[in-house]
């Protein structure tokens, strides 16, 4: 009798958690909507892919999978084929994407990087992530202990917006150098779309519920080895500190949940606080100085801070930020005002902040022929080269032909006369007049004829080069990425 108590208890308790994430999605996904389920192999991600697959067909939506492969353990080859087989006996198309994680004080913030790129990349309504209740704990005492403020400590939202800015600097910062391996993922997988959801349906639910899922539907999944090791941060807590508290705070996942969400609503405040402040000051992506000025520090720091994230930056810690607000407020108008972000700068030009991804400083004896392509790739410049055929605008065919024509960066000396009425003149000052900001100066693709130059985009084409009425053109274009 006992035993058949426990074992509908059993099975309330997985019907329950089928019919929570089912609400989860309802709330957020339309019917058609295309998903992608982050898959580590853990049982989280395994019972989350377990579930979804059960409604997919009931809520009538696309279901893919995705396994980040980081190339760190020994086992990740074996992790990948228990992935490949899991989604296979669901019929489900899984891509496995292998990512290099960059080196640096934190293996773990490396490594969570490199998988959440790899996850924006794909084409999808929503991307729904296995993270749940006690997570949620641990994220928030990691960021309590790190000293985070009130963004931070609102931790992990049920759903959100993907931070597209923050995916598109940081893949192009990061120099394109994921290495996919599609393994049947068909059309689900092509090119990006703006702005999927991030899902976390599992994050009211608490990890013993999950397993118990797991083992009720006698699933399968696969332990990473480095999970036992409390060198990590994380895993300290979840082995020594946690277990602890629970002795005396058995409901603390619940309470911890709670006050995420009063963070959370209190970042919400800071954020419109923020918008108010910024409202005259924020304009094609760039913060006016001025509006900085006007404020108390307190409320300057919350507006920065805004800025930053608006441009998916990871925010400096607290001197930084500082250091940030001090320069930008007091340094000389002609100062070169640049402060380190990790994949970032922020820069100031013309009385404006403007966040830079970084990108590898061009080469001055860059060099590339061109032959008459419509279209000249340029990755070194971050960027696309368009030649278009025209007649009468642009540069003159016949005159272009007379000597090889070639493509490259500035380099110093050089001189330029977009206006026939006016003198031949040095490109730094046409650079400087045309307001290009420095440090995209050095970057910019310079056309020239032979020895001579003859296009700088954004300043324009040589007097002698110009094309006249009737004359066979081409008109070029520069399309940075």
């Keep these: 009798m006992a035993s058949s108590r426990k074992s509908q208890r059993s099975k309330r308790a997985s019907t329950d958690l089928v019919s929570r994430v089912a609400g989860h999605l309802r709330e957020c996904i339309e019917p058609g909507g295309r998903l992608v389920v982050g898959l580590s192999g853990g049982v989280d991600s395994v019972v989350l892919l377990d579930v979804l697959s059960r409604i997919a067909k009931r809520r009538r939506f696309v279901l893919a999978a995705l396994h980040v492969n980081h190339q760190i353990s020994p086992n990740a080859g074996r992790w990948a084929a228990f992935c490949r087989a899991a989604c296979r006996a669901r019929g489900i198309p899984l891509r496995v994407v292998r990512v290099k994680v960059k080196g640096g004080d934190s293996l773990e913030a490396a490594a969570r990087a490199a998988r959440y790129d790899a996850l924006l990349s794909q084409k999808t309504d929503g991307i729904v992530l296995a993270h749940n209740q006690d997570d949620q704990a641990e994220t928030l005492l990691l960021q309590l202990l790190r000293g985070a403020g009130v963004k931070g400590l609102a931790a992990m939202p049920l759903v959100r917006r993907d931070e597209s800015?923050?995916?598109?600097?940081?893949?192009?910062?990061?120099?394109?150098?994921?290495?996919?391996?599609?393994?049947?993922?068909?059309?689900?997988?092509?090119?990006?779309?703006?702005?999927?959801?991030?899902?976390?349906?599992?994050?009211?639910?608490?990890?013993?519920?999950?397993?118990?899922?797991?083992?009720?539907?006698?699933?399968?999944?696969?332990?990473?080895?480095?999970?036992?090791?409390?060198?990590?941060?994380?895993?300290?807590?979840?082995?020594?500190?946690?277990?602890?508290?629970?002795?005396?705070?058995?409901?603390?996942?619940?309470?911890?949940?709670?006050?995420?969400?009063?963070?959370?609503?209190?970042?919400?405040?800071?954020?419109?606080?923020?918008?108010?402040?910024?409202?005259?000051?924020?304009?094609?992506?760039?913060?006016?100085?001025?509006?900085?000025?006007?404020?108390?520090?307190?409320?300057?720091?919350?507006?920065?801070?805004?800025?930053?994230?608006?441009?998916?930056?990871?925010?400096?810690?607290?001197?930084?930020?500082?250091?940030?607000?001090?320069?930008?407020?007091?340094?000389?108008?002609?100062?070169?005002?640049?402060?380190?972000?990790?994949?970032?700068?922020?820069?100031?030009?013309?009385?404006?902040?403007?966040?830079?991804?970084?990108?590898?400083?061009?080469?001055?004896?860059?060099?590339?022929?061109?032959?008459?392509?419509?279209?000249?790739?340029?990755?070194?410049?971050?960027?696309?080269?368009?030649?278009?055929?025209?007649?009468g605008a642009g540069i003159s065919l016949a005159k272009l032909q007379a000597k090889p024509v070639s493509v490259h960066v500035r380099g110093g000396g050089e001189r330029l006369q977009p206006d026939c009425r006016r003198p031949r003149r040095s490109l730094k000052n046409l650079l400087q007049e045309a307001g290009v900001p420095p440090w995209r100066r050095d970057g910019l693709p310079l056309l020239f004829c032979g020895n001579k130059l003859v296009w700088v985009p954004g300043i324009g084409i040589d007097c002698e080069f110009q094309a006249q009425a009737g004359d066979t053109s081409v008109v070029p274009e520069w399309n940075a990425q």
């Design 165 to 391: 800015g923050r995916r598109k600097e940081r893949m192009k910062a990061e120099g394109g150098r994921m290495n996919e391996k599609s393994l049947g993922a068909g059309k689900a997988f092509s090119s990006l779309i703006p702005h999927p959801l991030i899902i976390r349906p599992l994050l009211d639910i608490p990890r013993a519920e999950i397993e118990a899922y797991a083992r009720k539907r006698k699933l399968e999944w696969i332990e990473d080895e480095s999970n036992a090791d409390i060198y990590f941060l994380r895993n300290f807590l979840r082995h020594e500190v946690l277990p602890l508290i629970a002795r005396r705070f058995p409901a603390y996942r619940t309470t911890l949940a709670r006050s995420a969400g009063h963070f959370a609503e209190a970042s919400k405040l800071l954020d419109e606080l923020a918008a108010h402040d910024g409202a005259e000051y924020l304009r094609d992506g760039a913060l006016r100085v001025a509006g900085l000025r006007k404020l108390s520090r307190e409320r300057a720091r919350n507006l920065l801070r805004h800025f930053l994230a608006g441009h998916g930056v990871i925010m400096p810690n607290a001197e930084r930020l500082e250091e940030a607000l001090r320069q930008s407020l007091t340094a000389k108008d002609d100062a070169a005002v640049c402060i380190d972000l990790g994949d970032f700068e922020l820069r100031r030009f013309a009385g404006a902040l403007q966040v830079v991804a970084k990108i590898p400083g061009s080469d001055a004896k860059f060099f590339r022929p061109w032959r008459g392509e419509r279209e000249l790739s340029l990755p070194e410049l971050s960027g696309v080269l368009s030649m278009t055929k025209g007649r």
